[in-house]
């Protein structure tokens, strides 16, 4: 069983990371004329790829990217710019003097712009080849478990909602809409912290 301690949230100065990860994602339009025709409700199914960042003391800034399988192979990329607020709260027992706690719940939000393709990104990226970009929020909550002083094994719940245009004039109703998101995903974390 899991036990919240009555320790400080855990604030690095400095963090810089990557991390691979993987797991699933689901999602729905909600609102707006091309609500039916939503990136995340036809870009469901299995989730792979990469996330980069820095945090500064609980700030955080990263750019992921994740692809999308379904049945049919490879059915949409979405790349996402975040800056956001996180804070991670150590549980389990006081670790011995001198050592961090091994074992975090990490629980923060973000403001930031996507885009999505609805297939494999022939690089260079042009805009022809984006079919939905807007502007999304996103709550995140997750345990990370610490190997080392630079690796971690962790799984984080990302729910996120956006407001989201297709490939046209963004200023047209006509191409808007709203959806809701949320992926399950498991990671390993390579990370570089600097003070506590």
Known sequence: MLIFVSQPAFAKVLDLYAQAQGGGASGRGVAGAQKDSAFAEHAEGGALGGL???????????????????GDGLVGTWTQLMVGLDMDLAIGDDPPPGQKAKTFFELGG?????????????????????????????????LDYRLNDVLSLGASVPVTYGFLFKNDVANDVSNQYQQVSVAALVHLRLHLEFGD
Do not use: C, Y
Request: aromatic residues 12%.
């Open 52 to 70: 980069v960042g820095v945090e500064l003391f609980f700030v955080d800034a990263w750019v992921e990217h994740l692809q999308f399988v379904g």
């Open 110 to 142: 973000a403001v930031g712009f996507g885009m999505g393709t609805g297939s494999q990104v022939e690089p260079p990226l042009d805009n022809s080849e984006i079919s939905d970009k807007g502007f999304i929020t996103e709550l995140r909550a997750g």
